[in-house]
């Protein structure tokens, strides 16, 4: 089993969805997570850092950590085509460096 | 542009030879982080630089890859005797880690280089 798990997709909505997505996690030390954007071969664009459990809001993003549970998610709200990317989510522990990574779901939002 | 920038943006090799890549982290940035993605998957962690000190290395990194941060800014990451398995995308990214931090820092990555190796 990988550390972290992220359903790769694809997912497609149309303009204006609300649209969740999710990353579950086997290690208890994650203290750290984010959730990064990549567009086509580019490099991965910080959207949301949240540390330990809890709800960030940024606009039409929110990110939620639920420890318990070992689960993470990123909404979108009014989700637009510009949105259309890879989401990838990331972790580390309190003492780590490196960052772990899901796979990455590739978003398709439809005008 | 203050972000974090990488060279080549793109390197199409044969098999066998020697790539050099670099990276120049966001200004004052101490820490430096080497990470190579294949497609479909998430980034993977290879090394990161405290300065100029390379503290932490991926079992990823076999011994045919090199890096380096000799004034701890830039860092240029070496492979020798390519192989068609090292194709990939290879991510920079950089952070500010202070003792007020509390361990809260925020890896911004670069653009990356993509290296095909035929």
């Known amino acids: 089993q990988k550390e972290v798990e992220q359903d790769p997709g694809p997912l497609s909505v149309p303009e204006g969805a609300i649209v969740s997505l999710n990353c579950t996690y086997s290690?208890?030390?994650?203290?750290?997570f984010m959730w990064y954007r990549q567009y086509s071969r580019k490099g991965p664009e910080l959207l949301m850092y949240?540390?330990?459990?809890g709800n960030k809001e940024d606009g039409r993003f929110t990110a939620q950590v639920d420890k318990s549970s070992k689960y993470i998610s990123l909404f979108i709200r009014d989700s637009q085509p510009s949105d259309s990317a890879t989401y990838l989510c990331?972790?580390?522990?309190?003492?780590?460096?490196?960052?772990?990574f899901g796979k990455g779901t590739t978003l398709s939002v439809s005008s | 542009d203050t972000g974090v920038s990488q060279n080549p943006r793109h390197k199409i090799t044969k098999r066998g030879q020697n790539v050099t890549f670099r990276c120049d982290p966001i200004?004052?940035?101490?820490?430096l982080y080497w990470y190579r993605q294949t497609l479909g998957q998430g980034p993977e962690f290879l090394t990161y630089?405290?300065?100029?000190?390379?503290?932490?290395k991926s079992r990823l990194l076999s011994d045919r890859f090199s890096a380096e941060r000799p004034k701890g800014s830039f860092s240029t990451l070496e492979i020798q005797r390519t192989e068609q398995g090292d194709s990939a995308m290879y991510l920079c990214?950089?952070?500010?880690?202070?003792?007020?931090?509390?361990?809260?820092?925020?890896?911004?990555f670069g653009p990356g280089t993509r290296l095909t190796v035929l």
């Open positions: 200004s004052e940035h101490n820490r």
């Open positions: 990331a972790m580390r522990s309190q003492a780590g460096t490196a960052l772990i």
């Open positions: 630089f405290q300065n100029e000190a390379q503290l932490e």
């Open positions: 990214a950089s952070s500010l880690v202070a003792f007020t931090s509390g361990g809260r820092h925020t890896q911004y």
């Open positions: 290690n208890s030390a994650f203290q750290y």
């Open positions: 949240t540390y330990s459990s």
